[in-house]
Nanobody, 115 residues
């Protein structure tokens, strides 16, 4: 079955960096776009970034220029490199895939930006 497993979250000081990973299995990874979505405390889901099978990327305005999404189709992994982090980036970060009109989510990884 489809599985998405995120890792790499943690506590980081403002201005710092983190790299999130999402390991995928159970579907033909190379043919699907992959998404990162986050949920800040007390708020709804916020789309962060997308990368399509060819590697074309898009970002939310709130993270543009600071975050970079990438993928390796052979390793079935998608990453989110985050830099210049600020407290507003504090959230649970989820990896997402939309396969045959169904949404699949990982368990999420907590990112906390605080001094």
């Amino acid at each position: 079955q489809v599985q998405l497993v995120e890792s790499g979250g943690g506590l980081v000081q403002p201005g710092g960096s983190l790299r999130l990973s999402c390991a995928a299995s159970g579907f033909t990874f190379s043919t699907y776009s992959m998404y990162w979505v986050r949920q800040a405390p007390g708020k709804g889901l916020e789309w962060v970034s997308i990368i399509n099978p060819a590697g074309v990327t898009r970002y939310a305005d709130s993270v543009k220029g600071r975050f970079t999404i990438s993928r390796d189709n052979a390793e079935k992994t998608v990453w989110l490199q985050m830099s210049s982090l600020n407290p507003e980036d504090t959230a649970v970060y989820y990896c997402n895939a939309q396969i045959l009109r169904r949404n699949y989510w990982g368990q999420g990884t907590q990112v906390t930006v605080s001094s």
